[in-house]
């Protein structure tokens, strides 16, 4: 079982729609979760993290731990064609990550 | 500089060439790690510098691969007599204050 599952995907939503990405874990150890964006043939880059359970809000962008339930989401409002992008969950633990395999998202606008 | 920097950006072998991709990481940066992303799939580790001191290697899938980081610095993926499963590209990221800033990748394409 890898640390962090997350469904591949593809989604397509049209602009403005809200988007729901989801990744699950297997460690109730892990504390730190985060969110990178991958655009096609660049690097990923942070877009936003979290420590423990709860929400955390950034402009557009919502990401919330369910610790309970193992289960890491990103939610995003008013959906940009700019958000056409693969989405990676992930988590830290000592010196590793663990990165989910990523959804691909597009916007169509 | 003012990123990670990585070259070459593409690199096409021929099956059984070597091969040695280059990572420049953000200056000042002690640690430094190496993955491999297959295509659809995440980032997969491969190994993990502390300044020159390779502090893991767990993730490098044979003997065939080799990293290095001599002066705390620029590191080296090399890959020796190479497979067409080593296609992907290879990333490589420096982490400041837990978060990781990564290259824009080396594609390798093995024929």
């Known amino acids: 079982q890898k640390e962090v599952e997350q469904d591949p995907g593809p989604l397509s939503v049209p602009e403005g729609a809200i988007v729901s990405l989801n990744c699950t874990y297997s460690?109730?150890?892990?504390?730190?979760f985060m969110w990178y964006r991958q655009y096609s043939r660049k690097g990923p880059e942070l877009l936003m993290y979290t420590y423990s359970s709860g929400n955390k809000e950034d402009g557009r962008f919502t990401a919330q731990v369910d610790k309970s339930s193992k289960y890491i989401s990103l939610f995003i409002r008013d959906s940009q064609p700019s958000d056409s992008a693969t989405y990676l969950c992930a988590t830290y633990t000592g010196n590793q990550f663990y990165f989910g395999t990523g959804t691909s998202l597009t916007v169509i606008p | 500089g003012a990123g990670v920097s990585q070259s070459p950006r593409y690199k096409v072998a021929k099956r059984g060439q070597d091969v040695a991709l280059r990572c420049d990481p953000i200056s000042g940066h002690v640690s430094l790690f190496w993955y491999q992303q297959a295509l659809g799939q995440g980032p997969e580790f491969l190994t993990y510098?502390?300044?020159?001191?390779?502090?893991?290697k767990s993730g490098l899938p044979s003997d065939r691969f080799f990293a290095e980081r001599p002066e705390g610095s620029v590191s080296t993926l090399k890959i020796q007599r190479t497979q067409q499963e080593d296609s992907a590209v290879y990333l490589c990221a420096s982490i400041e204050t837990g978060e990781l800033f990564f290259g824009e990748g080396s594609r390798l394409t093995v024929l």
């Open positions: 510098f502390q300044n020159e001191a390779q502090l893991d």
């Open positions: 460690n109730s150890a892990f504390q730190y």
